[in-house]
């Protein structure tokens, strides 16, 4: 009947877990969505000490700002966009599936496909008209 292999030596039988699946878009959207909204949390604390830099006077500013505008800073800047826009798309998404809809194998691809694409597109594009409106990099 069972194989010795099917349960470890307490006789319970082993769950599948990661190693087991071929990872798949929709697997992969539903991991970076839980990683995004994590990411969020601490990005969400950055705009924050912004906010009190900000009010604290020009010197506690500038000094964030300085962090900000660094090379590094901008990364994280640039990644919490990101994460923020797939975040929010993620969360259209899923209202889309609240209503009944989109759940078909190839809907269900290209709400995925469109929240990937979508959220970099619109990063891309938030960061572009940034970079115009503040008249390039002065």
């Avoid at 660094?70 to 899923?94: C, D, E």
């Avoid at 990937?116 to 390039?136: E, H, N, Q």
């Amino acid at each position: 009947m069972d194989s010795p292999k099917a349960a470890p030596p307490g006789g319970r039988p082993l769950s599948p877990h990661l190693q087991i699946y071929r990872p798949m878009l929709s697997m992969m959207m539903s991991i970076v969505h839980r990683i995004t909204g994590g990411a969020l949390y601490f990005g969400t604390a950055l705009i924050a000490i912004w906010l009190v830099a900000a009010a604290s006077g020009p010197s506690a500013f500038a000094t964030v700002q300085g962090i900000y505008g660094s090379i590094p800073g901008l990364l994280v800047l640039f990644f919490y966009t990101w994460a923020l826009i797939h975040h929010a798309l993620g969360g259209v998404r899923h209202l889309i599936w609240d209503t009944g809809h989109g759940f078909e194998p190839r809907e269900r691809e290209l709400l995925y496909r469109l929240t990937l694409g979508g959220s970099i597109a619109l990063t891309l594009l938030i960061w572009t008209v940034g970079y115009v409106v503040r008249g390039g990099a002065g």
